[in-house]
C-alpha cells in the first residue's frame, strides 16, 4: 500500500499561546470544526478525537481544535514554543504517517450540519455572510467562528469563538471591529455582535 506524503508547517496566529499545525490534506469536511477545551472533552460521545486525546498528552497543550486541514493548539503560558514546537511537530507528522484515526467514526457523522429549513431569512443572511466572509478569514488565523443564535427584539447576534479566537486579546477587537460592521453593513436587521462563551 501506497503511503502518502505527510507535510506539516506551522502558522502563527493573533493569539501568542496559539500555533497553528497546517497539513496537506484535509482533516474534516468543509464547514466543520471541533474545538477540544480539554482532555475530557476529547473523549466526550458525539465529538471523540483520539488525535486530540493524543495531543493532550503534552503537558503545554490546553486546547486542541481541529478544522479544514489544520490544528491549532493552545499551549499554557509558561512553556515557551521555541521549547516544544519541533517535537509537537514530529508527534503530528508521525501520527497521520501511522493514518492513526483524527475522529471517532460516528463524530463526523453526527455533526455534519445540515441547513435549517426553519431559519428565518434574517438568520439565513446571517448564517451566509459568516459562512462566506468571516470563516476563511479566521480560519486563515487558526480559529473558527460559528452561528450561536440571533435576537430578533434586539438585533444581536450570538457567535461561538473557537481554536486561536478563545482567549485571544485580540477577538474581541476582530469581533467588534470586524465582524460586527460586515455583519450590521450586510444584514441591517443586526445592531450588534457578541461572544458566547467566552
Known amino acids: 500500500m501506497l503511503q502518502r506524503p505527510v507535510f506539516v508547517y506551522t502558522e502563527l496566529s493573533p ?4 500555533m497553528k499545525f497546517v497539513l496537506n490534506f484535509s482533516l474534516v469536511p468543509d464547514g466543520l470544526s471541533f474545538d477540544y477545551p480539554s482532555h475530557a472533552a476529547a473523549l466526550e460521545e458525539g465529538k471523540a478525537s483520539p488525535l486530540a486525546a493524543d495531543l493532550f498528552q ?6 486542541v481544535f481541529i478544522a479544514s486541514n489544520f490544528i491549532t493548539l493552545t499551549k499554557d503560558d509558561d512553556t ?9 511537530k514530529q508527534f503530528i507528522k508521525i501520527y497521520f504517517e501511522e493514518n492513526l484515526p483524527v475522529f471517532e467514526e460516528q463524530t463526523i457523522s453526527k455533526n455534519t450540519i445540515i441547513v435549517d429549513a426553519n431559519d428565518s431569512d434574517t438568520v439565513q443572511k446571517i448564517k451566509a455572510v459568516l459562512e ?22 434586539t438585533g444581536a447576534v ?4 473557537q481554536g486561536s479566537c478563545s482567549g485571544c486579546p485580540s477577538s474581541t477587537l476582530t469581533l467588534k471591529a470586524g465582524i460586527e460592521n460586515l ?3 450586510m444584514v441591517p436587521d443586526v445592531k450588534e455582535v457578541v461572544a458566547e462563551g467566552v
Open 183 to 185: 455583519l450590521t453593513r
Open 15 to 18: 493569539n501568542p499561546n496559539s
Open 80 to 88: 515557551a514554543w521555541e521549547e516544544v514546537l519541533y517535537d509537537t
Open 132 to 153: 462566506q466572509y468571516v470563516r476563511p478569514a479566521v480560519e486563515s488565523d487558526g480559529g473558527a467562528i460559528n452561528f450561536h443564535s440571533f435576537d430578533e427584539s
Open 58 to 63: 503534552f503537558p503545554h497543550v490546553q486546547r
Open 158 to 161: 450570538k457567535v461561538l469563538l
